[in-house]
């Protein structure tokens, strides 16, 4: 038999989750006490499937602090909900009800469950995964840090580059790896077509900020001219 499933990998520091759904029932996204599917389009084939020519294609989406995935079988929308003139068991098909059991519940499982069985009889096996991003904790190393970018962006406005570098670097001495500090050195080497430098700097970037394809693509150009090409060719497909 072919199979269905939802297939994901999310970053725990960044947040940014990546996935493909082939034929499964979609993936929920609970945000502001609101509920949508993710999955309205770019649905694969069933894994099995012979003949298939459609380019493959994983999805992606920035997670927010408190944001919570739903995933789960068929039995959790599959309810039956009467019987039609013939006796046969009339089986739900609104895939909305279950957005609206996870709102009622405030996405609480046990509550989501109770209200699935409240609706009418279960007639399938239900299985539900619950994924909540949560907030980073404060770190008081970091109290001072958005002075320093404010500085640093400023600078940047005035096109006072050198003054910009030194502080830029000043920052990640205390704060390695910060992802402003970086994009900012980095557009500063782009101005000046330092792709050695942009190299050198650019993987700590894309690291954090996965979901910028501006730098992505501009992480296998500056690979390319670094003659970095195994790299250059890792971002360029990412990219793609």
Request: include cysteine.
């Amino acid at each position: 038999m072919l199979i269905s499933c939802i297939l994901g990998l999310i970053d725990e520091e960044s947040g940014f989750l990546y996935w493909i759904n082939a034929e499964h029932p979609s993936l929920v996204l609970y945000r502001d006490e609101k509920t949508e599917l993710l999955d309205k389009e770019d649905i694969l084939l069933k894994l099995g499937t012979l003949g298939v020519n459609s380019k493959f294609k994983v999805k992606t989406l920035q997670l927010k602090e408190r944001d919570i995935l739903f995933v789960g079988s068929d039995g959790k929308d599959d309810i039956i909900i009467g019987k039609d003139e013939f006796g046969q068991n009339i089986i739900n098909s609104d895939e909305n009800k279950f957005l609206n059991f996870v709102e009622q519940a405030k996405a609480n499982l046990k509550e989501i469950y109770s209200l699935i069985k409240e609706s009418g009889e279960i007639g399938d096996d239900i299985s539900i995964l619950k994924i909540e991003h949560l907030p980073v904790p404060h770190d008081l190393r970091f109290l001072g840090l958005e002075s320093l970018l404010i500085q640093a962006k400023r600078f940047y406005t005035q096109k006072k580059y050198e003054e910009v570098v030194t502080l830029c670097l000043e920052i990640l001495e205390k704060y390695p790896k910060n992802p402003d500090a970086l994009k900012i050195l980095i557009r500063i080497y782009y101005e000046r077509k330092d792709f050695l430098k942009i190299a050198e700097y650019i993987d700590d970037y894309v690291a954090q900020r996965p979901s910028d394809l501006e730098f992505i693509f501009l992480a296998s150009y500056a690979h390319k001219k670094a003659k970095n090409f195994t790299l250059g060719i890792a971002h360029g497909e990412r990219y793609r």
